[in-house]
């Protein structure tokens, strides 16, 4: 079955530092991987997605992320972090039923 | 063109009773999904409505149930609530599973509380 692993619980970054947030996951077939951000009380907000192709995907907000096939990682990233950042962030992949398995999520505290 | 629309945005029930929620898919999208969301076990599948069949389901228990309309939208039930029930419950709206390379957008999600 399809899963994702977040392994760290909290990010915590000085606001204009780098952003990186960690997902591994596993698959077979090809990997239908996605990126949410998630505020207080709010519902999850598409970031990006990997479908095929380019390995460095762009996204909203200036995120992107990279995939890696032979470590199977799909780390966001942002090369300078806002304290508007600080949120809820889920990494997922899409299994061949069409249901999205969801990592744990990352708390990322962007501090000013 | 709207979002994902959920109502009602939040709501109080006490241990026992039933509950429906609803939802409004995006427009020409004709798959729902409905997630349980809480502190201890994250984001949990619950189930996948299609053309008003369900396609997939998540490994919780009879008392949660569902049905799609042939407009698409879609409505969950919990019946004798628990207090293990409080959570928010998220619904994704997607085109289906032809479309497996497209995102998923999500409503804002209603926050249930049993008391």
């Known amino acids: 079955a399809q899963s994702v692993a977040q392994p760290e619980d909290q990010v915590n970054v000085a606001e204009g530092n780098p952003l990186t947030v960690k997902c591994t996951y596993s698959v077979s077939g090809n990997p239908y991987l996605f990126w949410y951000v998630q505020y207080p009380n709010r519902g999850l907000q598409f970031l990006l997605k990997y479908i095929t192709g380019d390995n460095l995907v762009k996204g909203s907000y200036g995120f992107e992320a990279e995939f890696n096939k032979s470590q199977t990682s799909f780390h966001l990233k942002k090369p300078s972090a806002l304290v508007s950042d600080s949120a809820l962030y889920f990494c997922?992949?899409?299994?061949?039923?069409?249901?999205?398995?969801f990592g744990k999520g990352n708390q990322v505290v962007v501090i000013p | 063109k709207a979002g994902v629309t959920q109502t009602p945005r939040y709501l109080i029930k006490t241990r026992g009773q039933q509950v429906t929620l609803s939802c409004s898919p995006i427009s020409g999208h004709r798959s729902v999904s409905w997630y349980q969301q809480t502190p201890g076990q994250g984001l949990q599948f619950l189930f996948e409505y299609f053309s008003e069949t369900q396609r997939n389901k998540g490994n919780f228990p009879g008392r949660f149930s569902g049905r799609q309309f042939s407009n698409s939208r879609s409505e969950m039930n919990v019946s004798t609530l628990e207090l293990g029930d409080s959570a928010l419950y998220l619904c994704a709206s997607s085109l289906g599973p032809g479309a497996m390379n497209t995102e998923a957008f999500f409503g804002q999600g209603t926050r249930l509380t049993v008391v």
């Open positions: 997922a992949v899409r299994d061949e039923g069409n249901r999205l398995a």
